[in-house]
C-alpha cells in the first residue's frame, strides 16, 4: 500500500513537472522571451539594418528601395524580418522560369537575401 501511494506520488510529480515545461515553453516566442509578462524584443541596429537593405537594393529588390532608410538608433528584428521576406518574395516572382533556382530564387538573388540575413544577425525567417 505504501509503495503503491509512493508510485503515485512520484507519477504526479513527474507529470507535474512535464506541464511545467510546457507552459515554459509556450512563454518562448518567436521575437523573443516572455519573461513575467516582459516580452525583451530583440534589436537590429541601424547600421545593420542600413547596410542589408543596401545588399538587397543592389540585388534588385524594389521593396527594400521603397522602405526607408534608418536614421536613428535600432529597431525591432521583426522590421528585418519583413525587409527580407518582401525582397525574398519579389524575387521569386522575378525569377520564374529562370535555371538553377534555389528556394525559387536565382543563385545572386538567394545570395542577397542570406548575406542580408546574416548583416542583421537573423537565424530563422
Same mark, same amino acid.
Do not use: C
Given at each position: +500500500?505504501?509503495?503503491?501511494?509512493?508510485?503515485?506520488?512520484?507519477?504526479?510529480?513527474?507529470?507535474? *513537472? $512535464?506541464?511545467?515545461?510546457?507552459?515554459?515553453?509556450?512563454?518562448?516566442?518567436?521575437?523573443?522571451? *516572455?519573461? *513575467?509578462?516582459?516580452?525583451?524584443?530583440?534589436?537590429?541596429?541601424? %547600421? $545593420?539594418?542600413?547596410? &542589408?537593405?543596401?545588399?538587397?537594393?543592389? $540585388?534588385?529588390?524594389?521593396? $527594400?528601395?521603397?522602405?526607408?532608410?534608418?536614421?536613428?538608433?535600432?529597431?525591432?528584428?521583426?522590421?528585418?524580418?519583413?525587409?527580407?521576406?518582401?525582397?525574398?518574395?519579389?524575387?521569386?516572382? +522575378?525569377?520564374?522560369?529562370?535555371?538553377?533556382?534555389?528556394?525559387? +530564387?536565382?543563385?545572386?538573388?538567394?545570395? &542577397?537575401?542570406? %548575406? &542580408? &540575413? %546574416?548583416?542583421?544577425?537573423?537565424?530563422?525567417?
Amino acid at each position: +500500500m505504501y509503495k503503491a501511494r509512493q508510485n503515485k506520488e512520484t507519477i504526479s510529480r513527474v507529470i507535474e *513537472n $512535464a506541464q511545467k515545461k510546457v507552459v515554459q515553453k509556450k512563454d518562448i516566442l518567436s521575437n523573443g522571451l *516572455n519573461i *513575467n509578462s516582459t516580452v525583451i524584443q530583440r534589436q537590429i541596429s541601424q %547600421d $545593420a539594418y542600413n547596410t &542589408a537593405r543596401n545588399i538587397l537594393i543592389n $540585388a534588385g529588390s524594389e521593396t $527594400a528601395r521603397a522602405s526607408h532608410p534608418l536614421h536613428n538608433g535600432s529597431v525591432p528584428d521583426y522590421y528585418g524580418l519583413q525587409l527580407l521576406q518582401e525582397a525574398r518574395d519579389a524575387f521569386r516572382q +522575378m525569377d520564374v522560369g529562370e535555371n538553377n533556382l534555389r528556394s525559387g +530564387m536565382t543563385q545572386a538573388h538567394y545570395r &542577397a537575401i542570406h %548575406d &542580408a &540575413a %546574416d548583416e542583421m544577425g537573423i537565424q530563422q525567417w
